[in-house]
């Protein structure tokens, strides 16, 4: 190569600088859009009746203490968990999505396009329409208990099915596909024989939405993501070594299987945990990672907490829209989200950088 | 005894045999080995098979008297390094980033200013240091290949397997990653094998020439008497005459019989 430089040490000197430069901006991003993620809850907490200060907001959410018995109410029993809930929610789909693609292989993994969306979508009509519970004693609990387990099943059949010889990405999501279609084929038969009532909830629940938010709820989220996120990173060479290929992941000392199956693992608990919260909310999986891997690229430490806060910033995004756009009344999430996530999906599809998934 | 050794191995995928009664004498440190052999000979097979990546049904291989069998898969692959035929990256990677995960080997998050200094000057010495920042799937399959290079010997092991590192160089990088190569194995004093298509880069940088066909190992020794053997016009199926080139090198003609 021409540019092959006399003083060899000189040149290495200049490639640490170079890298040290990305990793500065790395860490950078992380942090300016963490900073941008708490600004957006704020804006979250005050879009709404109340007319809110952004700055009394922020002083109120930092020392509760100060605030006055109506703000008590509104900002930390009404708005904060609906805006924690899109936070959390929102940094779970985002990881799920992330590491989908990266064990799979696939560009388009997500929780919605593998049907673990529609299936936790059954589960809860099963519950809201036949009263079943697939987990025994959960109380009132069960329509979520139910969307979990249904989540939970599918996973462990796509992941059989990735077991299976000579299964391509491509192949991966048409099953993913066909879940998708069976399930919603299923949940038809539900909702034909519907009450009005019961048809309502369902729809509700199709939609996704953030307004069953609960702290409980924001809590459960929270320890999910404090267990699942630490050993994804602690696993992030290795799940960079597999974007490699399997063979050179293999070969560098990886054992591919049990980290797919370990993976797989923690991507359907968060993703089954998500869902059975917010109804089926797609995309979010999708766009997330897709936006961090153009801004900073595979490396999972620099990819993995991006793909988190970007999904976060799109769930909460997607909580403000969903007040703002008509004031008085409160979009199903689900529904913007799939408005914002169909073109970004298909220009994806058109290959805006489809050499990185030849 | 030292140097790597196999005795009687044995392979089948399924029903189909790949390799059987595969052995090798004992390859020295500091020597360079290059595996020749026609498509679907078992070259790479008995690569996965030094490698650990795969068990081998009957033999064993041995790395200096210790058998490796009783070695972890990580044990194993941290001396013995593996550089895989296809490098089908497709990853937003850079270059560097590669090459340090490469060299970090899965340990720790921490990325020192020493391992930043140790993969800014392999990047260096490769001739690959303007591709640094660049995407591996931006990469050609010749530049791939150097990358790929620069990942097996960024990485220290007593054994190192290259399965067709030259594949889709032109001749001046060819000759170049050989050298390096050859070199690197006579500094670190580690085994090396190169598994090769082109017999005249074979002849030219090989200490010792195996020869595989059919899943067995036809011959065994140093260039000169492996590629003057009966045996190597058989297995690949043409006529090869063995000349003398302008610096006493051995060259090799092939003729469709």
Not at chain 1, 139 to 163: K, Q
Not at chain 1, 289 to 316: K, N, T, W, Y
Request: proline fraction near 4%; hydrophobic fraction near 50%.
């Amino acid at each position: 190569m021409v540019e092959q430089t006399i003083f060899p040490g000189a040149e290495a000197a200049e490639l640490v600088k170079a890298y040290k430069q990305r990793h500065l901006r790395r860490i950078g991003l992380v942090i300016g859009a963490a900073m941008v993620l708490s600004c957006l809850v704020v804006l979250d907490v005050i879009t709404g009746p109340a007319n809110l200060s952004f700055a009394r907001t922020f002083q109120v959410i930092l020392d509760p203490s100060i605030a006055s018995p109506k703000e008590q109410v509104i900002i930390w029993k009404l708005r904060l968990p609906v805006a924690l809930m899109a936070v959390t929610v929102g940094a779970m789909l985002g990881v799920a999505g992330a590491e989908m693609q990266t064990i799979l292989n696939n560009p388009l993994a997500d929780p919605f396009t593998l049907g673990l969306s529609s299936a936790a979508s059954f589960g809860a009509a099963l519950a809201i329409v036949l009263g079943w519970s697939v987990v025994p004693g959960v109380g009132g609990l069960f329509v979520t208990a139910n969307a979990f387990a249904l989540a939970m099943i599918t996973s462990c059949l796509l992941f059989l099915f990735t077991r299976l010889r000579g299964v391509t990405p491509e192949a991966m999501i048409l099953v993913g596909i066909a879940m998708l279609f069976t399930f919603n084929a299923l949940l038809a038969f539900l909702q034909y024989g519907a009450s009005e009532l019961q048809l309502a909830q369902l729809i509700f629940w199709q939609l996704g939405s953030l307004a069953r938010a609960s702290w409980v709820k924001v809590g459960v989220c929270f320890a999910v993501l404090a267990v699942v996120l630490p050993y994804f990173m602690s696993r992030s060479w290795a799940l960079t070594a597999l974007r490699m290929g399997e063979e050179k992941a293999a070969a560098l000392g990886v054992n591919v299987s049990l980290l797919r199956m370990s993976v797989l693992a923690g991507v359907s608990l968060l993703s089954a945990v998500a869902v059975s919260f917010v109804g089926a909310v797609a995309f979010v999986g999708l766009v997330g990672p897709h936006i961090a891997r153009m801004i900073v690229g595979e490396d999972q430490r620099g990819f993995l907490p991006l793909s988190a806060l970007c999904g976060a910033l799109i769930m909460s995004g997607t909580s403000i829209a969903s007040k703002a756009i008509t004031p008085g009344i409160v979009y199903p999430v689900g529904m913007i989200t799939s408005l914002i996530g169909i073109p970004f999906f298909v220009l994806l599809i058109l290959g805006q950088r489809k050499r990185h998934w030849q | 005894m030292s140097g790597l050794q196999a005795q009687g191995l044995g392979f089948s995928y399924g029903p189909k045999t790949v390799l059987q009664n595969a052995g090798f004498h004992s390859l020295r440190p500091g020597h360079l080995t290059a595996l020749i052999g026609p498509n679907a000979a078992g070259k790479s097979t008995l690569f996965r098979l030094i490698a650990g990546l795969s068990r081998p049904t009957s033999g064993g291989i041995t790395l200096n008297g210790c058998d490796l069998a009783n070695l972890t898969n990580r044990a194993r692959l941290k001396r013995i390094c593996f550089m895989p035929q296809f490098f089908a990256a497709n990853a937003a990677l850079s270059v560097f980033d590669v090459v340090m995960m490469a060299h970090k080997q899965l340990r720790g998050w921490r990325v020192s200013d020493a391992d930043m200094q140790t993969v800014g000057q392999a990047l260096s010495q490769a001739g690959i240091g303007h591709l640094a920042q660049a995407y591996v799937s931006d990469l050609s399959g010749g530049q791939s290949q150097m990358v790929s290079v620069a990942q097996a010997l960024i990485r220290e092991s007593d054994v190192y397997l290259f399965d067709e590192p030259t594949s889709a160089l032109d001749l001046r990088h060819q000759l170049e990653v050989l050298t390096r190569i050859k070199q690197a194995m006579r500094a670190r004093q580690a085994i090396g094998i190169v598994a090769l298509h082109d017999l005249n880069l074979a002849a030219r940088f090989a200490d010792h020439l195996i020869l595989l066909g059919q899943g067995r190992i036809v011959a065994e020794g140093p260039p000169e008497t492996v590629l003057r053997s009966k045996a190597i016009s058989e297995i690949y199926g043409v006529d090869v005459q063995i000349t003398t080139g302008p610096r006493e090198d051995l060259l090799v003609h092939a003729y469709a019989s």
